[in-house]
């Protein structure tokens, strides 16, 4: 193996994965040299690099297609700022974040329910908070195109709840994903995680509540609701779905909380994140 020619090796990386180039370089001088080459990282990148760096707000330029793999990896704003795209540095599969003008948020246009500003902790140039509505629906939609083939995805809405928040923990959210003409798998999930003695002073206002019962969702012995990330946000899963190898359908992806009635307020909403599952 130490004899084969240094085009011969960079062919043979080029059919492995990422991770196992990453750590080919250890073998020998030849593997570390194959695997530096432009040759080898072509294959990694997403077939619409090009594209892709054509609209970020990243106007650099690479020494190389590895120096532009890891970048990718890092993550770059596209689209007029309103997507980030990324992708895992082992395994080379695609992630999107769709950023909240990305969305479509009911109402999110009018003043006295939503408000649109520049945020410090947000990865993009503004988010957007819940002022009081009684009528919370999300949507995010993306293509199947875009993203890695033969892949499971989890859709997961990115959030804070605000010190000022109510009436997010009384009746559930139903979210859901649609792709295609496929059917709607519903599931349910609470916007805030249990405060009981908040809860109590909740129920003391608005009345017991038999949809809670109803639509209250359990995974273990806990309720469904928002689970922290590593960038000190919240995330709730939406769902998830394949992507197959050829076609390109849409992907709907929804929180809604129409059925309860009450007013609610204090979620602030950084975008959709689509990834692959583990």
């Not at 033969?150 to 859709?155: D, L, S």
């Not at 605000?162 to 009746?171: E, H, I, M, P, Q």
């Not at 206002?205 to 038999?210: D, L, T």
Request: glycine share 6%; proline share 3%.
């Amino acid at each position: 193996m130490m004899m084969l020619p240094e085009a011969c090796v960079a062919n043979i990386l080029s059919f492995t994965t990422p991770a196992d180039t990453f750590s080919s370089s250890s073998v020998s001088s030849v593997f570390r040299v194959a695997g530096d080459s432009d040759f080898v990282w072509e294959k990694f990148l997403p077939s619409d690099y090009s594209f892709l760096i054509s609209t970020s707000t990243d106007h650099r330029s690479f020494s190389s297609k590895k120096e532009l793999y890891r970048c990718l990896c890092e993550s770059i704003l596209i689209d007029n700022g309103r997507k980030f795209f990324k992708i895992d540095k082992l395994s080379g599969k695609i992630s999107y974040i769709l950023s909240p003008r990305d969305l479509s948020i009911t109402w999110s246009d009018q003043r006295h329910y939503w408000s649109w500003k520049h945020r410090s902790d947000s990865r993009f140039s503004e988010g957007v908070e819940l002022i009081m509505t009684d009528w919370l629906e999300i949507k995010g939609k993306i293509q199947t195109g875009v993203l890695s083939p033969n892949t499971n995805y989890g859709a997961y809405l990115i959030m804070k709840v605000t010190s000022r928040a109510y009436g997010l923990d009384l009746v559930a959210a139903e979210t859901w994903i649609k792709v295609g003409n496929g059917e709607k798998k519903i599931r349910t999930s609470y916007l805030s995680c249990l405060d009981n003695k908040k809860q109590q002073m909740e129920r003391l206002f608005y009345g017991q509540r038999e949809q809670r019962m109803s639509t209250e969702e359990v995974v273990g012995n806990r309720r469904r609701g928002p689970e922290a990330r590593d960038d000190g946000w919240l995330e709730i899963e939406l769902g998830e779905f394949e992507t197959g190898v050829e076609a390109d359908n849409e992907v709907v992806m929804s929180l809604t909380e129409v059925k309860g009635y009450q007013l609610k307020c204090g979620i602030v909403i950084d975008g959709i994140e689509v990834r692959p599952k583990p």
